[in-house]
């Protein structure tokens, strides 16, 4: 560890681990739930916006146009399974466990683990938090479309300068 990890009072993370996007390329932590945008296995224009809330464990999964998933009635459809997968890849299963409050006990603790362990809720979630996930991920798209540059970014300066100008 580096003299200013020891010396930073912000914890530091490792970085997210390299991860496939084309199944979920949206998945975080924050609000409250597990939440990210999931591919459509069937429709390549349609995605879906899914979560799982921490403590509750309740779930949701709708598309981007608000309709229902069809298959989320009783337990999680392949789209949360798919997010939970994808976090665990991105985030490690002990802080996905930790953030969503899921004690799978002295098992070993692995996306299938943590599936198994929330899954006998089958309480359905509030799907209002489908817009504001979907507006998020879609402000991470536009990144994409801005041309290589080496100059700051106005809106990604969220920290101040550390070379003070005297």
Same mark, same amino acid.
């Given at each position: 560890m580096s003299a200013w990890e020891r010396s930073s009072t912000a914890r530091v993370l490792p970085p997210a681990r390299p991860?496939?996007? &084309?199944?979920?390329? *949206?998945?975080? $932590?924050?609000? #409250?739930r597990l939440q990210g945008v999931v591919s459509s296995g069937s429709d390549i224009g349609r995605v879906y916006v899914s979560s799982v809330a921490a403590g509750t464990h309740a779930f949701a999964c709708s598309t981007n146009n608000n309709r229902p998933c069809g298959g989320a009635r009783y337990s999680f459809c392949n789209h949360v399974r798919a997010l939970i997968n994808e976090a665990v890849v991105q985030y490690g299963a @002990?802080?996905? !466990?930790? %953030?969503?409050k899921v004690d799978v006990g002295d098992e070993a603790v692995t996306a299938i683990a943590l599936a198994a362990t +929330?899954? #006998?809720?089958?309480?359905? #979630?509030?799907?209002? &938090? !489908? &817009?504001?996930? *979907?507006?998020? *991920? $879609?402000?991470?798209?536009? %990144?994409? @479309?801005? !041309?290589? =540059? =080496?100059?700051?970014?106005? @809106? +990604?300066?969220? *920290?101040?300068? =550390?070379?003070?100008?005297?």
């Open positions: 991860r496939k996007l &084309a199944k979920v390329p *949206f998945v975080e $932590l924050a609000d #409250g @002990e802080r996905v !466990a930790r %953030y969503l +929330m899954d #006998g809720r089958h309480q359905s #979630g509030d799907t209002a &938090a !489908a &817009a504001p996930v *979907f507006s998020r *991920f $879609l402000r991470h798209l536009a %990144y994409l @479309e801005l !041309a290589p =540059t =080496t100059a700051p970014l106005p @809106e +990604m300066q969220w *920290f101040p300068s =550390t070379r003070a100008v005297a």
